[in-house]
């Protein structure tokens, strides 16, 4: 899976197997014995960066107890993962660029996707907002847009403090306090 990872998020999802099973330095059966094949390892890919995406928000709201405070650490965590060396964007984007109408790639991309939209549908309907769906549709839109813009402007940190003060003006405009 750590080659798996590594190469994917890298190189993209046309990485070959070939090169996977050289990376992990195991036998074509050990791969084959484990996932069916490339849509399987691909899919196990997207589940294992689906989980550690939610494994840090998570994180990152651990000790935050004010709703609208939780959402802000949101973007906290995207300032973490745009700093992380080897950043290439967002991981379910590019396979779903890459996907070609492939099922196996597009249900997973959708999987993280539908997840997204419930975690902030969640988080905005805890605060109290006026309309907490538009709030959640306005936290998605920043939170892809932070992370679009810091893979093609090659940019650091920066961008996630930006997308947080628009997170913070988006929950002012839903009249939810936020405390700066």
């Not at 750590?2 to 990376?23: Q, T």
Request: no cysteine; net charge negative.
């Amino acid at each position: 899976m750590a080659a798996s990872d590594e190469l994917f998020y890298r190189d993209g999802l046309h990485a070959g197997v070939e090169k996977v099973i050289e990376k992990a330095g195991v036998a074509k059966g050990s791969l084959y014995y484990n996932f069916s094949g490339k849509d399987d390892l691909i899919t196990a890919y997207l589940d294992a960066r689906h989980d550690a995406w939610f494994a840090r928000v998570t994180a990152s709201m651990k000790d935050v107890d004010d709703p609208a405070e939780r959402i802000l650490a949101v973007f906290d965590a995207i300032g973490d993962y745009i700093g992380v060396r080897g950043f290439r964007g967002s991981e379910f984007v590019n396979a779903a660029a890459e996907a070609r109408d492939n099922d196996a790639v597009m249900k997973a991309a959708k999987k993280f996707r539908k997840s997204l939209r419930q975690f902030f549908n969640d988080l905005a309907a805890q605060t109290g907002a006026n309309d907490p769906v538009a709030l959640a549709d306005q936290l998605i839109i920043l939170h892809d847009g932070a992370i679009a813009t810091a893979q093609m402007d090659k940019t650091s940190r920066s961008v996630a403090v930006t997308a947080k003060q628009m997170a913070r003006l988006a929950l002012n405009a839903a009249g939810v306090q936020t405390s700066a």
